[in-house]
């Protein structure tokens, strides 16, 4: 073969070859754009994008009114609304933005390398925040924005129980706070060897309620007890509620005469003030046998406020629950989502992991969830109600 021709085939199997190991990737590339791109659309369409940013430009006018804060109970319910809307708009705007800068990396790639080259860091980027996004787009119940009223109740376990539903409190304190949330006790009451046996607290940030909900149900802790001189392992069970924070517009009738009052008074943490004041509010619906309390504040007035705000929060979702349950018959074959039945298990003995009954979801890393780190838990749930619905 001449020298001619031996250099005729090397050039045009470096073309093969170029073709075959560079053009499949460009093209992954453009593919996976267009696949964000038509994802996008989707979801802007299902969640009615353009009304939301209607909407938040009506509130953002509203909110510049000399009147606005004057009531502070309306305002905040406003500015709670426009939160909840951002929350979903900003990380959809800033990906149509990324989209836009993406057809410029893809432009200048063409002839330089070193711009290429950051093309496929820059597509996992946008595919996890639409990820994110995707997920968060399944918060679509009709309190899902609100704020939360999470309650935790020490069930079987003795001693221990009382420590992990402490464990549980410390939990979710520090999932909301990691979140930007903030955070009110409503109510604690400690237990006298150790923990707690119950705990309410407000939860407020945009889709609190949305992500809480999934945690509605009882939690077991399988560990070596500390409170067990023999060392022996101990199964404790901790029960966890989540309401929905509704404002007055929400119509929720109640009979008067079917709550007693009982007041008491405070033992928390508080001074001379608690242990001298009969200021802790309990309110008890009979028909339905909810009891709610609140002794956070010093007045009895605003601890009866709250405590009948948390009461119509707990017989709304009784009501919403009810209402989900007529429309659909395969919820008599799911095993009950609700107050009591079991949904989690944390194991720190024979080894460490977490594990959701419903979901199947697992983790190994037991303190890292204890330190907050439940929000995997919460979209693995919102996923699976997706399916099971």
Not at 68 to 83: L, P
Not at 94 to 112: A, N, R, T
Not at 324 to 350: A, D, T, W
Request: aromatic fraction near 8%.
């Amino acid at each position: 073969m001449s020298r001619a021709l031996a250099e005729r085939f090397r050039t045009a199997a470096t073309l093969i070859l170029t073709e075959t190991f560079f053009m499949p990737v460009e093209r992954e590339q453009i593919d996976r754009a267009e696949q964000i791109r038509n994802g996008l659309e989707q979801l802007k369409a299902s969640l009615d994008y353009d009304a939301k940013k209607k909407e938040i430009a009506e509130i953002d006018k509203q909110m510049t009114a000399p009147d606005f804060w004057d009531d502070q109970e309306k305002s905040q319910a406003v500015v709670a609304r426009i939160k909840a809307l951002k929350a979903l708009v900003k990380p959809m705007d800033e990906i149509l933005s990324e989209l836009e800068e993406l057809d410029v990396f893809f432009e200048l790639g063409k002839e330089d390398e070193e711009t290429a080259a950051e093309i496929p860091a820059k597509l996992r980027e946008i595919e996890a925040t639409l990820e994110n996004l995707q997920t968060a787009a399944l918060l679509n119940g009709p309190f899902d924005p609100n704020d939360a009223i999470l309650t935790i109740n020490a069930r079987d376990g003795g001693t221990d129980a009382n420590d992990w539903a402490e464990m549980l409190l410390r939990m979710y304190v520090n999932w909301a706070q990691s979140r930007g949330y903030s955070v009110e006790i409503l109510d604690r009451q400690d237990n006298e060897e150790a923990g707690i046996n119950s705990a309410s607290i407000m939860v407020r940030g945009p889709m609190a309620y949305g992500y809480l909900k999934s945690e509605i149900g009882t939690h077991r802790l399988v560990r070596i007890s500390p409170f067990n001189s023999e060392g022996k392992r101990q199964t404790s069970f901790a029960a966890v509620d989540v309401n929905p924070d509704i404002d007055d517009s929400i119509n929720v009738d109640i009979n008067p005469e079917d709550v007693r009052e009982d007041v008491f008074r405070s033992s928390g943490a508080g001074g001379q003030h608690v242990n001298k004041t009969s200021s802790a509010i309990r309110l008890t619906h009979v028909p339905t046998n909810t009891v709610v309390q609140c002794q956070n504040e010093r007045s009895q007035h605003k601890n009866r406020a709250t405590a009948w705000k948390m009461l119509r929060a707990r017989l709304l979702q009784r009501e919403e629950e009810k209402r989900e349950q007529q429309m659909s018959e395969k919820y008599k074959n799911l095993s009950k989502v609700g107050f009591g039945s079991q949904i989690r298990n944390y194991f720190l003995h024979p080894e460490q992991r977490v594990k959701d009954s419903r979901t199947g979801f697992s983790v190994g890393s037991f303190h890292e969830v204890l330190d907050g780190g439940i929000q995997p838990f919460m979209e693995e749930y919102l996923r699976w109600r997706v399916k099971t619905d």
